[in-house]
C-alpha cells in the first residue's frame, strides 16, 4: 500500500484542476484505513494475536483516528465510538 500511495501522488497532475488534491487525499485515507484495519485483523486473529488490552485499544484508536464517527460504526456495528477494542463485541473489522 505504500507503494500504491507514492504512485497516487505521482501519476496525478497537481496543478490540472484544484479538485486534485481533496480526491488525493481520499484515496490516500482509504489506503491508511484499509492499513490499520488489516494490522487490526492481523494483530488480533491467528496463533500469535494480542493478548495485551493496551495493544487491542491502541490498535482500535487508529482505525478510530483515520475515520469518521459514521464510518467507525459500519466497519463495528453495535459499538459506540468510544468503545475500546479491549472491551468491543467486535475483535477487529473486517478487512475485505
Not at 21 to 50: D, S
Not at 54 to 78: Q, S
Amino acid at each position: 500500500s505504500r507503494k500504491l500511495a507514492i504512485y497516487v501522488c505521482a501519476i496525478f497532475d497537481w496543478d490540472a484542476s484544484p479538485d486534485i488534491k481533496p480526491i488525493v487525499r481520499r484515496i490516500l485515507r482509504l489506503i491508511v484505513v484499509q492499513y490499520f484495519v488489516m494490522a487490526e485483523y492481523l494483530g488480533r486473529t491467528g496463533p500469535n494475536c494480542t493478548q495485551s488490552p493496551k495493544v487491542m485499544d491502541r490498535m482500535r484508536a487508529d482505525v478510530r483516528m483515520v475515520t469518521g464517527p459514521k464510518e467507525f460504526l459500519l466497519l463495528y456495528p453495535g459499538d459506540e465510538v468510544t468503545t475500546t477494542g479491549s472491551r468491543s463485541i467486535h475483535r477487529h473489522a473486517n478487512p475485505v
